[in-house]
T-cell receptor
Framework: AQSVTQLDSQVPVFEEAPVELRCNYS??????LFWYVQYPNQGLQLLLK??????LVKGINGFEAEFNKSQTSFHLRKPSVHISDTAEYFC???????????FGKGTLLTVNP | DVKVTQSSRYLVKRTGEKVFLECVQD?????MFWYRQDPGLGLRLIYF???????EKGDIPEGYSVSREKKERFSLILESASTNQTSMYLC????????????FGQGTRLTVV
């Protein structure tokens, strides 16, 4: 079985400040990790993914995440956020024979002027 | 461009009605999923299908059924809609070749009155 814990349900920050959204996972098999973003009234779109190789992965809109196997974490970071980054962010893990995706409960990032 | 299309953005149905939510993907993906999204609960898997006519229960299958007669189409059926099924429903598709990276539709906001 696999699970994902997003440690913060809401993260308010000021524009141009750095941000980190935290994600921890558990799985008994090899894992593949994803961050998705959901803007209001829209579906989810992929921000970035870790499949193998370098543990630091870069995604769209200046976001990056680091896979840490020993701490079973995959935290999302951005050095300087914009108002337009206001959205809900979901961490997800897949694995096993059918690659089912299991999601965390989401973190609402609110960027204030 | 990759596309997952859900038949309706908004639906209002009466308690006891049979409700069909349709999803079509154009990527020839083997896997298709139905998730339910509620505030504070993240995305919860209702059912997924890994091949035509093949399905597997997710975390919250009660009150729902699914149908996959063709590879590109995956239907979610509410046999007798109830008010506690008022929610956002998201369809997704993926391929094992992509290790679970999923593509999402825009979502259907269902209100049961």
């Amino acid at each position: 079985a696999q699970s994902v814990t997003q440690l913060d349900s809401q993260v308010p920050v000021f524009e141009e400040a750095p941000v980190e959204l935290r994600c921890n996972y558990s799985s008994s098999v090899s894992v593949y990790l994803f961050w998705y973003v959901q803007y209001p009234n829209q579906g989810l779109q992929l921000l970035l993914k870790y499949l193998s190789g370098s543990t630091l992965v870069k995604g769209i809109n200046g976001f990056e995440a680091e896979f840490n196997k020993s701490q079973t974490s995959f935290h999302l970071r951005k050095p300087s956020v914009h108002i337009s980054d206001t959205a809900e962010y979901f961490c997800a893990v897949s694995g096993g024979s059918n690659y089912k995706l299991t999601f965390g409960k989401g973190t609402l990032l609110t960027v204030n002027p | 461009d990759v596309k997952v299309t859900q038949s309706s953005r908004y639906l209002v149905k009466r308690t006891g009605e049979k409700v069909f939510l349709e999803c079509v993907q154009d990527m020839d993906h083997e896997n298709m999923f139905w998730y339910r999204q509620d505030p504070g609960l993240g995305l919860r898997l209702i059912y997924f299908s890994y091949d035509v006519k093949m399905k597997e229960k997710g975390d919250i299958p009660e009150g729902y059924s699914v149908s996959r007669e063709k590879k590109e189409r995956f239907s979610l059926i509410l046999e007798s809609a109830s008010t506690n099924q008022t929610s956002m429903y998201l369809c997704a598709s993926s391929s094992p070749n992509r290790r679970g990276e999923a593509f999402f539709g825009q979502g259907t906001r269902l209100t049961v009155v």
